[in-house]
Structures are given as structure tokens and as C-alpha cells.
């Protein structure tokens, strides 16, 4: 029998104390709830979609979630966002439709070149990649009021090894630096989704080179 066939069975067979699962509810449950403290000390019972908030506000949020889960909460959050960044689907986004015809031809060229990427691939997935940043930015500039030009991510460096991808970002963001892990994910929920799956790739955030921006948002 095969490996992953023995492993599912055993995975059915295995018991967990109801405890554990509580606590993974509870887990989840505890997000929201520090969300909406965080809204009622503000005085806050809706947020309305399209209206400007203070951006402190949501630093407020950002900062009940790291103190209390840390990094990876906020890598978390990042990765249920996208929806929100985006209008319509992702998969309208201009970002989208600028690396479709990208992935298609890694796709093919993947297959071709068993060894590993050649100079034309790594140009594509470098161009991937930044075509994706400038669609990021374009999000956060509609929901920052009077953005700098300069506001948002950027690329400080990139490596290519074979089918693998390191990606140095730096950021003049909205939120604080050490809440980065959020938007990071949201590069990474994008990466994952448009990148050919024979492609890994790796982010890192150089905060000593990053800044943040005090505005409304």
C-alpha cells in the first residue's frame, strides 16, 4: 500500500481529546474578540466599508494580536485578507491578468529544463514578482487618504537558484514594522496562487531598512 494511502488511514484512526479541538476554536474565536475590544474602547459597534478611519486604529488591532499570538497570528490574518485588498476576485485583479501569460510560459519552461532555470526564466519570474508588488501597492494607495508616492513594498533584493525564489522586501507601510508578517503574507497568498507549484520561493522583510508611514487610513 502506498505511503500517503497509510498515513490517511492512520490520520482516520487517530483520536484527540476534545480538549485540544476547543482550544483551536477558541483560538480562532479570540482573533475576533480582540478585534472587536479593540472597537468597542474606540467607541466603535460597525465599521462601514467605505468610510476612513484613523490608521491607528487598526495598528490598535495589529497590536492585541502580536502581544498576545505573535508573529505568525499576523502572517495568519494576512492570509484571509486578500479578498478584501482586491476587488472582484483575485483572479481579476489586474495582477492576476499580468502574470497569467508569465506562469504559462514557466510552466512550460519548467518542464523543458530539468536541470534548472535558465537566464529568460528567471527574468519572467523576477518580472512576476514585481508586477505583483505594484499591484499590492496600487491596494494600499486606495485605502491610505493622501498617499505618498512612495508608500507601500518594494523589492530590495531577489536571488534565483534553480526553481527557487528569495525575495528581500522593504516596506513604508501603514502599520507598524514589526507587524510586517501581515502584509508579507498577503505577497506570499499571491506568490502561491499565480507561481507554478514546481516553484518555491522564500520571503524575508529587512525591517532596518523599512519605515512607517503616519497617515489615515
Given at each position: 500500500?502506498?505511503?500517503?494511502?497509510?498515513?490517511?488511514?492512520?490520520?482516520?484512526?487517530?483520536?484527540?481529546?476534545?480538549?485540544?479541538?476547543?482550544?483551536?476554536?477558541r483560538t480562532l474565536a479570540e482573533l475576533e474578540s480582540l478585534g472587536k475590544d479593540v472597537l468597542a474602547r474606540?467607541?466603535?459597534?460597525?465599521?462601514?466599508?467605505?468610510r476612513l478611519y484613523p490608521a491607528d486604529l487598526r495598528r490598535q488591532i495589529y497590536d492585541a494580536i502580536f502581544e498576545r499570538f505573535g508573529t505568525n497570528a499576523l502572517f495568519w490574518v494576512g492570509l484571509e485578507t486578500p479578498e478584501y485588498w482586491f476587488s472582484g476576485t483575485f483572479e481579476e485583479s489586474p495582477a492576476y491578468k499580468t502574470t497569467?501569460?508569465?506562469?504559462?510560459?514557466l510552466e512550460q519552461g519548467l518542464q523543458v529544463d530539468s536541470v534548472g532555470a535558465s537566464v529568460d526564466l528567471i527574468n519572467m519570474l523576477?518580472?512576476?514578482?514585481?508586477?505583483?508588488?505594484?499591484?499590492?501597492?496600487?491596494?494600499?494607495?486606495?485605502?491610505v487618504l493622501a498617499a505618498p508616492f512612495s508608500l507601500g513594498w518594494s523589492i530590495k533584493s531577489r536571488e534565483?537558484?534553480?526553481?527557487?525564489?528569495?525575495?528581500?522586501?522593504?516596506?513604508r507601510s501603514s502599520?507598524?514594522?514589526?507587524?510586517?508578517?501581515?502584509?508579507?503574507?498577503?505577497?506570499?497568498?499571491?506568490?502561491?496562487?499565480?507561481?507554478?507549484?514546481?516553484?518555491?520561493?522564500?520571503?524575508?522583510?529587512?525591517?532596518?531598512?523599512?519605515?512607517?508611514?503616519?497617515?489615515?487610513?
Open positions: 500500500m502506498a505511503r500517503s494511502a497509510l498515513t490517511e488511514r492512520n490520520i482516520r484512526h487517530h483520536r484527540a481529546m476534545g480538549r485540544y479541538i476547543v482550544s483551536s476554536v474606540n467607541g466603535i459597534t460597525e465599521i462601514d466599508p467605505e497569467a501569460m508569465t506562469r504559462s510560459a523576477l518580472r512576476h514578482a514585481d508586477a505583483l508588488v505594484d499591484s499590492l501597492n496600487d491596494a494600499v494607495a486606495s485605502t534565483v537558484r534553480s526553481r527557487s525564489v528569495s525575495i528581500m522586501l522593504v516596506s502599520i507598524r514594522i514589526e507587524h510586517e508578517a501581515f502584509v508579507r503574507a498577503i505577497f506570499h497568498w499571491c506568490l502561491r496562487i499565480t507561481l507554478p507549484r514546481l516553484v518555491g520561493f522564500t520571503l524575508r522583510h529587512n525591517a532596518a531598512a523599512s519605515h512607517p508611514f503616519d497617515g489615515i487610513c
